[in-house]
């Protein structure tokens, strides 16, 4: 199984930082964040990862290189000058995921999720993992009843950025830039898709504060 890190934004809302550094690249626990995905997901077994780069994409690419420090294989997308977003991004990157299903997880988010488990999952569309509404995201993003996610419902929970996709949910797209979640949106109305809630650490550095939170809680954990 391979995986991919969602690298390419712009990180609008962390500037002046990420106008000289890629956001990937922003420091958590004394090491790039992109880091902690890497060597997460090598320690899980996936030994090819794909990463696409946009904004700064060649800081990004020359900082981590083929993946050889973690003894895995990294192939890039390049989305330069014009990022995808991640629906896009994904589907530019299909090629080089293969034809079964693929890890995907956004660069911009810290954890301790397990993502061997992902490797034990049968998805034949989309596996979701969900974490707890932080306080950014009260309402939520979808629910889960059972194994089954839904768009609307009780407790409702956030989407962590890590999922599984198969190949299959990006049929009939075509090149250019797009969001996933309206393929996701129909796929669980479609009652194909799948998911989990993670009640472990877990927070996103879309902003200043919650970079600076996600910074105390990866610094605890490495203490």
Request: net charge positive; hydrophobic share 40%; charged share 15%.
């Amino acid at each position: 199984m391979r995986a991919m890190i969602l690298a390419a934004g712009r990180g609008e809302r962390l500037r002046p930082l990420t106008d000289s550094v890629p956001k990937p690249l922003v420091p958590v626990a004394g090491k790039p964040l992109i880091e902690h995905h890497i060597a997460a997901l090598a320690l899980a077994g996936f030994m090819d990862i794909v990463i696409n780069q946009g904004h700064l994409g060649e800081v990004l690419r020359d900082a981590i290189g083929d993946g050889s420090r973690w003894h895995v294989r990294i192939h890039w997308s390049d989305e330069q000058p014009a990022t995808l977003e991640t629906g896009g991004g994904i589907f530019q990157a299909l090629p080089l995921l293969g034809k079964s299903p693929f890890a995907v997880v956004n660069a911009d988010i810290w954890s301790h999720f397990p993502y061997a488990r992902l490797r034990a999952i049968k998805c034949d569309c989309a596996h979701l993992v969900l974490v707890p509404n932080p306080a950014h995201n009260p309402a939520g993003d979808f629910a889960l009843q059972g194994a089954r996610i839904y768009n609307s419902g009780a407790n409702l929970h956030t989407f962590s950025g890590i999922a599984l996709y198969h190949p299959r949910l990006f049929d009939g797209c075509t090149p250019g830039r797009f969001s996933v979640v309206p393929l996701l949106r129909q796929a669980i109305g479609n009652q194909v898709v799948t998911g989990e809630v993670y009640g472990g650490e877990w927070g996103d550095t879309g902003t200043p504060d919650r970079l600076q939170r996600v910074r105390v809680m990866a610094g605890r954990s490495h203490t």
